[in-house]
């Protein structure tokens, strides 16, 4: 995969969003950087995550009571810590702050619980094209500074639903989505939104992993300078 940013960004879902932010402004020591409207109903909260991006987004009407995602946990390096220090934010969402480089996690890591290790190795390597590096419980995968942790867990989830609170998706941001989207199908990727053009901000798609969960594709204009398809 071509990155047009060499981070990864991650996105949760709330419908309750001050005791959110206050949590992650506050005890997690993320800063806000800026508010953009999605849709009617719905705004993002953007916040500066060592130049990943935390999108909290905020929903007007009652997510459904789905179960979480395989995306599980986010780790944070954090200068000046000698071990890791597990919070939670309101809803449960998990995030670890941990010393630089604890178990390879230089920027930020994102832990999934997975039902088949090997398929999804196969996927990260082959359909996205990122580099495994070693992880005893696993097997980890190299996304530019961003690291993506893979366990196997008896309650991953079999067909994961971007609908519902907490963590729910990741985003790469890319030079061409329609190629990259195109690459992802080919080599097993399922689809789970077609390549498409938001206003003047972006070109997106969506595809889903072994086990359902959502994979944003982002061509943005303020990072590649173009939305053109091709």
């Given at each position: 995969?071509?990155?047009?940013?060499?981070?990864?960004?991650?996105?949760?879902?709330?419908?309750?969003?001050?005791?959110?932010?206050?949590?992650?402004?506050?005890?997690?020591?993320?800063?806000?950087?800026?508010?953009?409207?999605?849709?009617?109903?719905?705004?993002?909260?953007?916040?500066?995550?060592?130049?990943?991006?935390?999108?909290?987004?905020?929903?007007?009407?009652?997510?459904?009571?789905?179960?979480?995602?395989?995306?599980?946990?986010?780790?944070?390096?954090?200068?000046?810590?000698?071990?890791?220090?597990?919070?939670?934010?309101?809803?449960?969402?998990?995030?670890?702050?941990?010393?630089?480089?604890?178990?390879?996690?230089?920027?930020?890591?994102?832990?999934?619980a997975v039902r088949d290790v090997e398929a999804h190795r196969r996927f990260y390597v082959d359909a996205l094209g990122l580099t495994e590096e070693?992880?005893?419980?696993?097997?980890?995968?190299?996304?530019?500074?961003?690291?993506?942790?893979?366990?196997?867990?008896?309650?991953?989830?079999?067909?994961?639903?971007?609908?519902?609170?907490?963590?729910?998706?990741?985003?790469?941001?890319?030079?061409?989505?329609?190629?990259?989207?195109?690459?992802?199908?080919?080599?097993?990727?399922?689809?789970?939104?077609?390549?498409?053009?938001?206003?003047?901000?972006?070109?997106?798609?969506?595809?889903?992993?072994?086990?359902?969960?959502?994979?944003?594709?982002?061509?943005?204009?303020?990072?590649?300078?173009?939305?053109?398809?091709?």
């Open positions: 995969m071509d990155l047009a940013k060499p981070r990864v960004d991650i996105g949760l879902s709330t419908n309750d969003i001050a005791p959110m932010l206050a949590f992650w402004q506050g005890d997690a020591g993320v800063p806000f950087d800026h508010l953009l409207p999605i849709r009617r109903g719905q705004k993002q909260h953007r916040h500066d995550l060592l130049g990943s991006v935390l999108k909290i987004n905020e929903h007007a009407d009652p997510l459904p009571d789905n179960p979480p995602s395989g995306y599980r946990e986010l780790l944070v390096a954090r200068p000046g810590l000698t071990e890791p220090k597990p919070l939670a934010d309101p809803e449960g969402n998990r995030v670890t702050l941990v010393p630089p480089g604890w178990n390879g996690v230089t920027q930020i890591g994102v832990k999934l070693p992880y005893a419980p696993g097997a980890a995968f190299r996304a530019g500074e961003t690291l993506l942790l893979v366990e196997q867990s008896d309650d991953a989830p079999a067909d994961a639903v971007m609908q519902g609170k907490g963590w729910r998706y990741i985003t790469f941001q890319v030079f061409k989505v329609d190629q990259e989207h195109a690459r992802v199908l080919a080599r097993g990727g399922r689809e789970a939104v077609a390549p498409v053009t938001l206003g003047t901000t972006a070109r997106i798609s969506m595809v889903r992993d072994p086990d359902g969960n959502w994979i944003e594709l982002s061509q943005r204009a303020s990072i590649t300078g173009s939305l053109e398809p091709s």
